[in-house]
């Protein structure tokens, strides 16, 4: 402002100073009549409460939700994941099926387009350097044989509309490439297949390097993670999907946590 005002020869204001602020806790609690809508509140539902005193009522599925969920797949390294995320887009965009690959990153985005380059595969990018057409690439993710890659679900409020082709065919299948932070993003995630009815799967693939587990759970605990990944003993795989449970609900409290101290 006041770079401005000197360019264009007028009087020096003083600098603006902050008078007062406000949390958004805080200015939504000022309406008297308050509400939301939202398809991921059950995980949130304590918080809603203790904040606002707003309870959550679950309102049915327009249309049973008949969603597939594969199992969960843990590797020990980063790489060996990002191998295994490119052989299962190859092999459903051989069935025709349209593929959604989330990541968590820019960066991780980026690695994926740049491994199913290398394999010959077209794909659709969106993510924070490709946002200009973002309801378009959404809204098309559901033709047959196409591979979308967003990163942290953009292009949420579009529908991904299926033909009956690509409904014969499965559905869309929707690929998590890593855990979330919180939960609700990871089902905002899963929940763009199977939606109104239609078929649908998803599946997540995670590995004992990943973000998640590097901030949320102790030093000590993360080194025998990759360890326990290889091994392959039949009680590894519940230890690791326990590990990464943990680390959401480290990750989740820590956040709770902040925000409650920015509403005091």
Known sequence: HQAIEAKEGLAITGPTETVARLSFQRFFRLFHRLAGMTGTARE???????IYRLPVVPIPT???????????????????????????????????RPVL??????????RV?????????????????????????????????????????AGRGTDILLTEAVRKAGGLHVLATERHESTRVDRQLMGRAGRQGDAGSAQAFMSAEDELLKRHLPAVV????????????????????????QAQ???QRLAYRQRLSVLR
Do not use: Y
């Open 44 to 50: 949130a539902a304590d918080e809603l409460w203790q």
């Open 62 to 96: 327009n249309r049973p939700c008949i969603r597939e969920h594969w199992p969960d797949r843990i590797f020990p390294d980063a790489v060996s994941k990002w191998a295994a995320v490119t052989e299962e887009v190859v092999r459903l965009h051989g069935t025709q």
């Open 101 to 110: 690959v989330g990541t968590r990153s820019v960066e991780a985005s980026e």
């Open 113 to 153: 387009a740049e491994l199913l380059r290398a394999r010959g595969l077209s794909f659709s990018l969106l993510n924070a350097l490709h946002h200009e057409q973002e309801a378009g690439i959404i809204s098309g993710a559901g033709e047959l044989g196409r591979i979308t890659i967003a990163t942290n679900m």
């Open 222 to 245: 993360q080194r025998r993670l990759p360890g326990l990944a290889r091994s392959g003993t039949p009680g590894s795989v519940p230890l690791l999907k326990t590990a990464f449970a």
């Open 249 to 251: 609900r480290n990750a």
